[in-house]
């Protein structure tokens, strides 16, 4: 935790801002150097002792102005750190910063997670930028109070978008842009000159924008890679059942090699259509790893695990490659495994599939005597109460 401010003790201009820390350039500050009792930097300075990083400072009533008082209609979904929010900054809001639709991250203050994660996120994030890791605008500290702000990813997440019973059934060539976008993020976390191992990828934390370039987010449990010649950090085993790597469940020896099985998961989940635990399926399948594996490197039973709904979208090789670099990546020992380059090498060779993608089109014929003026009336209605106009 920081050491030189509490929500109760915030930090006095004169002696502490002297303090400030300044990174030597281009050197990313490490979460353990932030964390540490006797690091200089106060929560106050995050903006300006993370060079560069452009963050924006805001107070807990611009956050209730622009999400409609954290409205019920403004909620976009909810996961352990808390409830999160659309809100929108117009350009007069802070000089720099453009006017845009934002995601806002409000701490529960009863829940699980707390003031490390969302430090986490902002060590993280206010120091890495790459087109597939999303965006972070800006922070809110005031007392207890702790909220992230950032770039909105207007088709949410993975999960929604795969799982969702009424959700747009993703085809092949997307699942693929996706999967190498999400490759390419975790490549650049691994091979950077401090690397970051991310420990929760999964695919609610895969966000896509419109055009499902896809961007990971949730840094709360990123942990900076070994140093000085270790081979792994060891830490609690922490992160989400049916994703998390057997080693690191088994020692608490994390490494990136943990991120390269969780990636393996997912690519599992876009190849099958399923998620990685389902307490609905016959008790064999509900581990979709320990179900799905062993049919992965046999051609032959290949299309028992392949998402049906995906039927003649994809060619039988770039099947068999997919589900031999997901074989890989699920190896029980992490040396089978590839590094998230090598994964971003194969992902590159199956794209480009050009499948016809047509969203659900559904176009009501305006007529004074059928039912959709009323159906128009119920949702202006809602749109109303949801002080949307
Ligand atoms: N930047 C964003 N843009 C749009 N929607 C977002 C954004 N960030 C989060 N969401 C939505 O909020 C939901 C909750 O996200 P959050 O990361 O808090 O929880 P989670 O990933 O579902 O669970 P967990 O806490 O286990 O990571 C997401 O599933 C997504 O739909
Ligand atoms: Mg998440």
Redesign the pocket.
């Known amino acids: 935790m920081l050491s030189c401010c509490t929500s109760s003790n915030s930090c006095d201009d004169s002696d502490t801002r002297k303090k400030t820390l300044k990174p030597v350039q281009f050197q990313r500050l490490s979460l353990s150097e932030v964390s540490d009792p006797s690091s200089p930097i106060c929560v106050d300075d995050l903006s300006t002792s993370l060079l560069g990083s452009n963050l924006h400072v805001f107070t807990l009533p611009e956050l209730r102005l622009i999400t409609h008082n954290f409205g019920r209609c403004n909620l976009?979904?909810?996961?352990?750190?808390g409830p999160?929010y659309k809100g929108f900054v117009d350009d007069k809001l802070r000089p720099g910063l453009k006017a845009q639709p934002v995601?806002v991250?409000a701490l529960d203050l009863d829940g699980l997670q707390g003031h490390r994660e969302w430090l986490a996120e902002i060590i993280f994030l206010g120091q890495l930028r790459h087109p597939h890791l999303?965006k972070l605008i800006g922070y809110c500290y005031e007392e207890k109070n702790r909220l992230l702000v950032?770039?909105?990813?207007p088709r949410?997440?993975l999960?929604?978008q795969l799982f969702r019973r009424y959700s747009t059934m993703l085809p092949w060539s997307t699942r693929m842009k996706i999967a190498l976008g999400a490759a390419k993020g975790l490549a650049f976390l691994h091979e950077a000159d401090k690397p970051v191992i991310y420990r929760?990828f999964k695919s609610?934390?895969i966000?896509l924008d419109s055009d499902y370039n896809c961007k990971l987010?949730?840094f709360g449990l990123a942990k900076d890679g070994p140093e000085g010649g270790e081979t792994h950090v060891t830490t609690r085993v922490m992160g989400?059942q049916g994703y998390a790597a057997p080693e690191y469940i088994m020692t608490g020896h994390l490494t990136t090699m943990s991120d390269v099985y969780s990636f393996g998961v997912v690519l599992l989940e876009l190849l099958t259509g399923k998620r990685s635990m389902d307490n609905t399926r016959p008790s064999r399948e509900q581990s979709l790893v320990e179900w799905a594996r062993p049919l992965l490197r046999d051609p032959k039973r290949l299309d028992r695990v392949i998402d049906r709904r995906l039927e003649g979208q994809l060619s039988n090789s770039g099947a068999q490659k997919v589900a031999a670099l997901a074989y890989k990546c699920l190896s029980h020992h992490q040396k089978p495994r590839p590094t998230m380059g090598d994964v971003v090498k194969v992902l590159e060779s199956v794209q480009g599939f050009d499948d016809e993608f047509v969203e659900p089109f559904v176009y009501v014929v305006p007529s004074e005597t059928d039912d959709s003026k009323e159906f128009l009336a119920k949702k202006d209605n809602k749109d109303r109460d949801c002080g949307h106009g």
């Open positions: 976009l979904g909810e996961g352990g750190f999160v995601a991250k999303v950032y770039e909105y990813l949410g997440s999960e929604n929760d609610s934390n966000l987010s949730d989400t």
